[in-house]
């Protein structure tokens, strides 16, 4: 936060501004400092700005931009350096966001979700300058001109540092305002912000308030080939045993019938909503039971088991990354084909070791259901295989963007397990659709 005492003025009238009987002064977020000077000097008022300076003279080295890359900046900058750049994964966010900060020539602070994106991007940032680049995040706790922090680490430290920096960069924007809560932005009064992501969220409020609206958006089908490898889906419809098969459908009608009771009640209401009903009886949390046992049924059957087996043994050799629904169904197969887990609970050195066995080709195949879908930056990857997941369109995109970073003569192939004549292969189709959506992009420009 930033203060002022504005004698004679009322300094009440401003928008956001807030008496601190503690402090004996008037308060605003300190993301409003570039707009409150603005608003005192038009109104003619001297204040004391003791913000410290924030630009730099680090010299950067880029490599060149793709056309889409340099659209990308250029409608940012166009925009007053406030805005999100939607390209889907692989299509070089970083690149884009380091060359705003060597435009820019002022101080960053890059905000990121995970520890492996910590590292990422302090690699990336150090192969493009000479300059000592921060990290806040992992057990360390290093502030320079640029900084990556994660954004647990940002938070803590933003009231200590949030005076430093002209340029706020936050990677995988759309969990602004869950996973990355908004009050890191009101303690930063950096007046230039970025926000990239491969899929905006639906609800853009938060997002665009604290970083700015879409500026640029494409989409995977959009570079294809281009920005991004050529790849081939394909489905692999797994039929359920017989024994499996009856289980489902009884877990299925016990949850069925108590959440459309519930739908008929509530036509309008959302799914946190009949989990917040279904506890309150026994009935509900029954129903609630039989959906998590049908769901970790079609995670991992038989059918499953063995169509990853064939699909490895047929692919021996390639770099393949397997998506699973959930850690259990990740450990399973971790046990079973004695390859790599990566999941959350994997140490930082562990996590090391292993990405460069796959790099090097020593340990050819990774599993995870989440940590493996931010931040993984792996071109040599040309195999992914879903054996299951949400009906997320945005995890979906950043599954299979795993594999679709750009190489000479890289040709990627994505499997997806779904088991027929159950709920999950509507999944699939739903989550398939966030592969050629444009994001918005005010006035309708993409």
Known sequence: MIEAELDGERPGDIAGVAWDDERRAWRLPAEHHAALKRELADAGVQVSDEVRGRDTAMTWTMPGLRWYQEVALARWLAAGTRGV??????????????????????????????????????????????HPIGRLGDGDHVV?????????????????????????????????GAWCPTEVFEMLVAPSRLGLTATPPDQMAQLARHVGPVVYGLTVEDLRGDGLA???????????????????????RRFSTRYAAFQRAMPDAAWREFVRDALQTGQGRAALAAWREYRAL?????????????????????????????????????????????THEIRRAERTRALAAFRSGECP??????????????PDADLAIVVGGSGSPRRYVQRIGRV?????????????LA?????????????RSGLGRAPAVPGGVS
């Open 85 to 130: 750049i939607a390209l889907p994964t692989g299509a070089g966010k970083t690149l884009v966001a380091i060359a705003a900060i060597a435009r820019l020539q002022v101080a960053a602070l890059c905000l990121v979700p995970t520890r492996v994106l910590l590292d990422q991007w302090a690699r990336a940032l150090a192969v493009c300058t000479g």
């Open 298 to 342: 079609l995670a991992y059957p038989d059918g499953k088991r063995a169509a990853l087996r064939e699909i490895l043994d047929r692919h021996r050799g390639r770099r393949a990354l397997v998506f699973t629904a959930d850690n259990a169904t990740a450990y399973a197969i971790a046990r079973e084909l004695l390859v790599m887990p990566i």
């Open 419 to 431: 088991v027929a004549d159950t709920t999950e292969t509507a999944e699939v189709a739903r989550r």
């Open 230 to 252: 050529e790849h081939r889906l394909v489905t692999v419809p797994v039929a359920l045993e017989p024994a499996e098969r009856r289980r489902y459908r009884e877990l299925r």
């Open 404 to 416: 679709l970073r750009p190489c000479e003569g890289k040709r990627a192939l994505i499997y997806e």
């Open 365 to 378: 195949v990774l599993v995870s259901s989440q940590v493996l879908e931010e931040g993984f930056d792996v």
């Open 144 to 176: 320079a001109p640029v900084t990556v922090a994660t954004y647990a680490s940002a938070t803590s430290w933003a009231p200590r540092i949030g005076d430093r920096f002209g340029l706020v960069i936050v990677d995988e924007a759309h969990h602004v």
